[in-house]
């Protein structure tokens, strides 16, 4: 079974810092695109940065300077560091990843199960 699990999330005051981790595991046979998505309370759920297997990334403007998005390709994993957080910033956060997998390389978007950060003010 293929699948995405999240550590990381907690509560954290205005101004501080979290890193999200995840990691890929099961028959995978190579990942693609990966990145983190969140949905704040009764708000859509939306990208907040991606990244390429070669390494490129992009961000949602409100998060641009404050957080990075990196990987690491031989472990599976994608990583989210948070800097200045913000209460905006409160919101469950979903790692996402595109990947081949199984015996034929079926091709999956995969998600986790989130993982909530909290910033107080």
């Known amino acids: 079974q293929v699948q995405l699990v999240e550590s990381g999330g907690g509560l954290v005051q205005a101004g501080g810092s979290l890193r999200l981790s995840c990691a890929a595991s099961g028959n995978i046979f190579s990942v693609n695109d990966m990145a983190w998505y969140r949905q704040a309370p009764g708000k859509q759920r939306e990208l907040v940065a991606d990244?390429?297997?070669?390494?490129?990334?992009n961000y949602t403007d409100s998060v641009k300077g404050r957080f990075t998005i990196s990987r690491d390709n031989a472990k599976n994993m994608v990583y989210l560091q948070m800097n200045s957080l913000k209460p905006e910033d409160t919101a469950v956060y979903y790692c996402?990843?595109?990947?081949?997998?199984?015996?034929?390389?079926?091709?999956?978007?995969?998600w986790g199960q989130g993982t909530l950060v909290t910033v107080s003010s």
């Open positions: 990244i390429r297997s070669g390494g490129s990334t």
């Open positions: 996402n990843a595109k990947a081949f997998t199984g015996p034929i390389h079926r091709y999956l978007e995969l």
